[in-house]
T-cell receptor
Framework: DAGVTQSPTHLIKTRGQHVTLRCSPI?????VSWYQQVLGQGPQFIFQYYEKEERGRGNFPDRFSARQFPNYSSELNVNALLLGDSALYLCASSLGPDGSSGNTIYFGEGSWLTVV | AQSVTQLGSHVSVSEGALVLLRCNYS??????LFWYVQYPNQGLQLLLKYTSAATLVKGINGFEAEFKKSETSFHLTKPSAHMSDAAEYFC???????????????FGTGTQLKVEL
């Protein structure tokens, strides 16, 4: 079975540009979350979507937005890119809405974004 | 709000020695606790999780962790280190849907484990 898949794996953007990152959850999973991992730090929560509704938002500026599609895949959009947005962006999926006993949270390999 | 503190950003052990990675959490409600491992240039792989059942949790690759409420700790151990264990390890906490936490994981800053011959 395919795990969480993310695209693209690597990309380079210029300051001020826009980027779209894509995530396909594990088949049957209805929750998708996005995390930003800056080099040398732990991942930071950006968004969670469950059943196509936003369930949580981290402390990120409005330049960051996301959505979940009817097939439960998701996009993360970042506008007006800054050098500080350079990071590994991780997508995670799970069956249910939280980290309870029957709900394991699986991560993808991530999308490496470099802003120059 | 919940938080996690990982003591020691770098830990070095000899192959065959005990691995102990420390994690302390802060949460106003009963937490779910997780350990993830990250190999270079890869995503996160779940090692184990605590969700209010048994306090001693066994995970993959011989790792285990014990939830100690009185110490607010969830330390990760492995009796005998292997070279393949060299990676970065993250402790994370979640408080769940019913308490408004949803799927949000709050991660520690990570511990880089080095295994030497």
């Amino acid at each position: 079975d395919a795990g969480v898949t993310q695209s693209p794996t690597h990309l380079i953007k210029t300051r001020g540009q826009h980027v779209t990152l894509r995530c396909s959850p594990i088949s049957g999973h209805k929750s998708v979350s996005w995390y930003q991992q800056v080099l040398g730090q732990g991942p930071q929560f950006i968004f969670q979507y469950y059943e196509k509704e936003e369930r949580g938002r981290g402390n990120f500026p409005d330049r960051f937005s996301a959505r979940q599609f009817p097939n439960y895949s998701s996009e993360l959009n970042v506008n007006a890119l800054l050098l500080g947005d350079s990071a590994l962006y991780l997508c995670a999926s799970s069956l249910g809405p939280d980290g309870s006993s029957g709900n394991t949270i699986y991560f993808g390999e991530g999308s490496w974004l470099t802003v120059v | 709000a919940q938080s996690v503190t990982q003591l020691g950003s770098h830990v070095s052990v000899s192959e065959g020695a005990l691995v102990l990675l420390r994690c302390n959490y802060s949460s106003s409600v009963p937490p779910y606790l997780f350990w993830y491992v990250q190999y270079p240039n890869q995503g996160l792989q779940l090692l184990l999780k605590y969700t209010s059942a048994a306090t001693l949790v066994k995970g993959i690759n011989g790792f285990e962790a014990e939830f100690k409420k009185s110490e607010t700790s969830f330390h990760l151990t492995k009796p005998s280190a292997h070279m393949s264990d060299a990676a970065e390890y993250f402790c994370a906490v979640s408080v769940g849907e019913l308490t408004g936490g949803g799927n949000k994981l709050t991660f520690g800053t990570g511990t880089q484990l080095k295994v030497e011959l």
